[in-house]
């Protein structure tokens, strides 16, 4: 696993990671409140998420990124034994 096998949308209600173009999860707030102050957010968000997808490369990720990575793996590797 790469940090080149993941991508990062991010806008002013927060950040969504993919692993290989499948959603992994993210984080952000309820749209539509403060609107102001999370349009200022977008930087942060995106900072959050690389600091997110280092930990994941390095082993250290969160349980729930590590589970959905390691069944979308799983599903991956049983397409390609089909």
Do not use: C, P, W
């Not at 102050?37 to 250290?60: L, P, W």
């Amino acid at each position: 696993m790469e940090t080149t096998d993941f991508t990062i949308k991010v806008d002013k209600y927060g950040y969504q990671i993919s692993y290989k173009g499948h959603s992994i999860g993210g984080a952000g707030t309820i749209r539509g409140v403060n609107k102001r102050y999370n349009s200022k957010q977008v930087g942060e968000y995106y900072k959050s998420a690389k600091r997110d997808i280092e930990y994941i490369v390095a082993g250290k990720g969160e349980k729930r990124y590590t589970e959905t990575i390691q069944e979308i793996d799983n599903f991956l590797n049983s397409k390609e034994s089909e």
